[in-house]
């Protein structure tokens, strides 16, 4: 069993009848839990209605809350509305609960660090996040880049990059994290080679490339090594990249090659994308 701290927000999509739990790092929490791993969520929320539930959810999927502030904010929320044909929009409330995230862990021993740039958008995360790192040590430091309009900066993807072990980017958000850190590149190879030249302390890139597969670059051996997607009739997309990051993760702590930590991260995330709910009820031992 592995210990992982997963950074930041936990919020609830708001629909008119209904609200559903979610944020990258609870669901990728959810997942470790799964199989067996230790993730402690460190995160913030409000005293309320849905502040309530996310606990009772959190517990009922054995993620560690003791790290879990309660705050005056509310809880984290994303309105959602329907508009012509069903079409989503989505309002991303601000000044809420995991946009205050706050600890008084020092000088703890973790297998990993889990966070990603949406937790960022707030300087009072930054800062957190800067003493976490400087007061604890982590044997790896996961960044999962989350690219969501307009809650992302050079800054913070700079903070995020200058810490991490392990990166994965998605295909759609490969784009704006090339040009948020001026880099013009015609290969992917080529992208990750610059990115772990400008920040030596990435060991790994992982990159998802949907229908296309998985690959990883290791920056010690310059080695690209590639993942067929697995089939799946998809019903939703959302966790999936949660689902992914967790897998690999967990398969990478365990000692496993690259091609097999990218395989089975790609069999789970089919699984995923098969079902509507971001964290679907499953056996590891099935994937």
């Given at each position: 069993m592995h210990t992982i701290i997963c950074f930041g927000e936990i919020l609830f999509d708001v629909y008119p009848t209904d609200a559903f739990i979610g944020g990258a790092p609870l669901n990728f929490a959810a997942h470790l839990?799964?199989?067996?791993?230790?993730?402690?969520?460190?995160?913030?929320?409000?005293?309320?209605?849905?502040?309530?539930?996310?606990?009772?959810?959190?517990?009922?999927?054995?993620?560690?809350?003791?790290?879990?502030?309660?705050?005056?904010?509310?809880?984290?929320?994303?309105?959602?509305?329907?508009?012509?044909?069903?079409?989503?929009?989505?309002?991303?409330?601000c000044d809420v609960a995991w946009d205050k995230i706050s600890t008084e862990l020092c000088?703890?021993?973790?297998d990993a660090l889990y966070f990603g740039t949406l937790a960022l958008r707030s300087e009072h995360n930054r800062a957190t996040l800067?003493?976490?790192?400087?007061?604890?040590?982590?044997?790896?430091?996961?960044?999962?880049?989350?690219?969501?309009?307009?809650?992302?900066?050079a800054d913070s993807l700079a903070l995020a990059l200058s810490?991490?072990?392990?990166?994965?980017?998605?295909?759609?958000?490969?784009?704006?994290?090339?040009?948020?850190?001026?880099?013009?590149?015609?290969?992917?190879?080529?992208?990750?080679?610059?990115?772990?030249?400008?920040?030596?302390?990435?060991k790994l890139i992982v990159l998802t490339l949907g229908a296309?597969?998985?690959?990883?670059?290791?920056?010690?051996?310059?080695?690209?090594?590639?993942?067929?997607?697995?089939?799946?009739?998809?019903?939703?997309?959302?966790?999936?990249?949660?689902?992914?990051?967790?897998?690999?993760l967990h398969k990478y702590l365990g000692g496993s090659p690259i091609e097999t930590c990218l395989d089975y991260a790609s069999r789970l995330a089919a699984l995923v994308v098969s079902h509507y709910e971001a964290v679907p009820d499953y056996s590891p031992e099935k994937i």
């Open positions: 839990s799964r199989y067996g791993e230790s993730a402690m969520m460190l995160s913030a929320l409000g005293e309320d209605e849905l502040g309530a539930k996310a606990l009772g959810w959190l517990e009922e999927n054995k993620i560690d809350t003791s790290l879990i502030k309660c705050s005056a904010l509310p809880t984290g929320r994303c309105n959602v509305t329907l508009g012509e044909n069903g079409v989503p929009s989505y309002e991303l409330l000088s703890c021993r973790f800067e003493r976490l790192i400087a007061n604890n040590d982590f044997g790896e430091i996961f960044v999962d880049v989350n690219i969501r309009k307009p809650f992302y900066s810490n991490a072990t392990i990166l994965k980017i998605s295909d759609e958000e490969l784009p704006t994290v090339a040009s948020l850190l001026g880099v013009n590149f015609t290969y992917t190879e080529e992208f990750c080679e610059h990115i772990c030249k400008k920040f030596d302390n990435i296309n597969g998985a690959l990883c670059y290791e920056a010690s051996t310059r080695r690209l090594t590639k993942t067929a997607a697995h089939k799946a009739k998809v019903a939703s997309t959302v966790g999936a990249g949660d689902s992914f990051s967790a897998a690999f």
